[in-house]
């Protein structure tokens, strides 16, 4: 397989199986600097699976480079060194630390005091919430709040790519509009966002380009904006 050093993720044949059942079965996709990508598809369709597959947290079949080079035998925590971070579905915020404290262990790959100090600010300002409550036990926080969190957590390790899985699974409207607000924001920062959710409209909106999935395949990809208006997207997921 050919790398172009301008895909920061490229996925080629990924396969993924449990026990008998293939949740995954051959998934091509690509995700190149600076887009805002989409996967999109209904519950169970493998969108998770593939994400799991991709930092290294499922067995897998087929071809996963990042940067060029195959995530083959590294974990998570090698991912993060090297500027990939994924916010999971269900956040996963340490629950019996503050937010201050949950914040700075995003950042644990990270020697620059400055920076650090720099990037707990903007993560304030992008959510003020958690500034008003940066002493808080983050097991006492609502899934928004924890939400956000997350997403804060991830961003302190300056990534290159970040993977958002589900973020507006659960969340109230006022909740879901923040989350895509910033999921924006920091596209138009410049950051590469690898985007799955079930909110097919919400993430179309936003995105520069989608892939939809059904029953572990790609069905579908393509412009954001040319899937949104897809008479079969929007029969399938947005109701039409």
């Known amino acids: 397989m050919s790398i172009d050093t301008n895909v920061l993720l490229q996925v080629s044949g990924l396969q993924v199986a ?3 059942i293939q949740a995954v079965k051959g998934v091509d996709l ?7 990508v989409c996967l999109i598809g209904s519950n169970g369709a493998g969108k998770t ?13 087929g071809q996963l480079h990042y940067l060029g080079r195959s995530l083959r035998g590294q974990g998570p925590w090698d991912l993060v060194r090297q500027g990939l971070a994924m916010v999971p579905e269900g956040r996963g915020v340490f629950t019996r630390m503050s937010i201050h ?4 262990m995003g950042a644990f790959v990270r020697h620059d005091a400055d ?3 720099t990037d707990l600010e903007r993560i304030y300002t992008l959510f003020p919430r958690l500034k008003e409550r940066h002493a808080q036990l983050a097991g006492t926080l609502s899934g928004g709040e924890q939400q956000m969190l997350a997403m804060g ?3 302190m390790s300056q990534p290159k790519l970040l993977l958002l899985d589900e973020p507006s699974m659960g969340l109230s409207p006022l909740m879901v509009d923040k989350i895509f607000e910033v999921v924006r ?3 138009r920062q410049g950051m590469t966002v690898l985007l799955v959710e079930q909110n097919a409209s919400r993430a179309l909106a936003i995105a520069d380009r989608g892939y939809v999935m059904e029953s572990g395949l790609i069905t579908l990809s393509g412009a954001a904006q040319d899937l949104l208006h897809d008479p079969a997207v929007r ?3 947005l109701g039409e």
């Open 235 to 237: 029969a399938a997921y």
């Open 30 to 36: 690509e995700v190149r600097s600076g887009e805002l």
């Open 115 to 117: 920076g650090i100090a």
């Open 18 to 20: 449990y026990g008998g």
């Open 101 to 104: 404290e949950n914040l700075l």
């Open 153 to 155: 957590r991830a961003l």
């Open 49 to 61: 699976s593939t994400m799991k597959a991709v930092t290294g947290t499922l067995p897998c079949k």
């Open 185 to 187: 924001e920091v596209s």
